[in-house]
């Protein structure tokens, strides 16, 4: 290549992802939403409406082989999809898996990795419907998923309005945590006396997150939800992502009501970790979404129905930006914009 020629660093993932859309009519026809929600939309006849997500995971980029092991990673390949096809409101139905496999793993390990995969695939009446397998000196893992509206109209990114409450699904940051300890970037878990119960849940929380299947379903169904996406790169990302996609629109987020899981304020009382790292942390894949206040009382059942905890963490407002109420004071939030696969140097 020509030296100082510029590469993809020079235009980040998303810079890429924004000029191969520029380059696309507007999505049209039987496409009701093209790139840049969870999921695509695809409507072929009325009320059919199909959701297609297609995610990628390469050794050494997105896992880890030292402490992933082969029935987990086949889970995690599959929950990173369901969990995109929840954050539409979307039934998961058909899914395609495509590996790209080193010529000497072993066949073991592979029963293991389908074992993982398949066992949550049927846990959520998922079939297993094709796929293509090569060979390559990596790891690389590719599982697309499509799935049916669970109404009318899939839930977007792009419908929240002033007002709106903001709502988290489960506890937040755990996952970030978890990665933490399994890294070892954070101390052994060993080294934390009381907290290794806490430091066994959130390793559970990194290796096997819930797919908020039903509740995303039963929120897209009760009609009041305006936005809705999954938190796969960080609360402040990802709400990033939702308030662009809304006509930049900005948010206050109350740092008192976040919901930290017990094992998580163990690490923040230890001054082991801060809130705004565990915002800015990944992988969380829990449902963040908007709603008018008048939903509230509706968003309390589908709370109680579901059993998962729904916490109102802030509310939507019209100047651009996040920020933090702290004790009554106002704080922009500094945090990272996303990862970039071409311009962050770790995931
Ligand atoms: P998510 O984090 O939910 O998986 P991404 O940030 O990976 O979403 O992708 C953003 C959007 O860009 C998605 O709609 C995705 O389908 C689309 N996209 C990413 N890469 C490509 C590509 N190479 N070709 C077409 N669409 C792409
Ligand atoms: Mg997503």
């Known amino acids: 290549m020509k030296k100082n020629s510029l590469t993809i660093a020079d235009w980040g993932e998303f810079g890429f992802i924004e000029a191969l859309k520029q380059r696309l009519p507007k999505a049209s026809g039987d496409l009701k939403l093209g790139l840049g929600d969870d999921a695509a939309w695809w409507s072929p006849a009325p009320g059919n409406g199909i959701l297609t997500t297609t995610d990628m995971l390469v050794e050494g980029v997105h896992f880890d082989l030292s402490y992933t092991s082969a029935v987990d990673l086949g889970y995690k390949s599959l929950v990173v999809n369901l969990s995109d096809l929840a954050a539409m409101g979307a039934q998961p139905s058909t899914v395609y898996l495509s590996l790209a496999l080193p010529a000497g793993i072993e066949k073991a390990w592979l029963e293991s990795y389908i074992d993982g995969f398949l066992k ?13 397998t090569v060979k390559a000196d990596q790891l690389v893992i590719s599982v697309t998923l499509c799935g049916l509206a669970g109404a009318a109209k899939p839930v977007l990114r792009s419908g929240a309005a002033v007002g709106d409450d903001i709502y988290f699904s489960g506890s937040l940051g755990d996952s970030y945590l978890g990665l933490q300890l399994l890294s070892g970037r954070m101390r052994d878990a060993d080294d934390f006396g009381d907290f290794n119960e806490s430091a066994a849940f959130l390793q559970t929380r990194h290796l096997r997150p819930t797919p908020r299947i039903e509740l995303g379903v039963k929120l897209a169904a009760s009609g009041g939800v305006t936005a809705m996406l999954d938190v796969s790169d960080g609360v402040i990302a990802d709400l990033g992502h939702l308030l ?17 899981s017990v094992a998580g304020r163990h690490f923040i009382d230890a001054d082991l970790v801060d809130y705004v790292t565990l915002l800015s942390g990944g992988e969380d894949y ?62």
């Open 244 to 260: 662009t996609a809304s006509g930049g629109l900005g948010a206050e987020l109350e740092v008192s009501c976040l919901p930290f």
């Open 286 to 347: 829990e449902l963040l979404f908007t709603a008018p206040p008048e939903r509230r009382a509706k968003i309390k059942t589908i709370a109680a129905e579901t059993v998962v905890n729904l916490t109102r963490i802030g509310r939507i407002t019209a100047s651009a930006g996040i920020f933090m109420l702290v004790d009554g004071s106002r704080k922009v939030v500094g945090g990272r914009g996303g990862y970039d696969h071409f311009q962050d140097q770790s995931s």
């Open 120 to 132: 949550l695939a049927q846990a959520h009446g998922v079939q297993l419907a094709g796929g293509d």
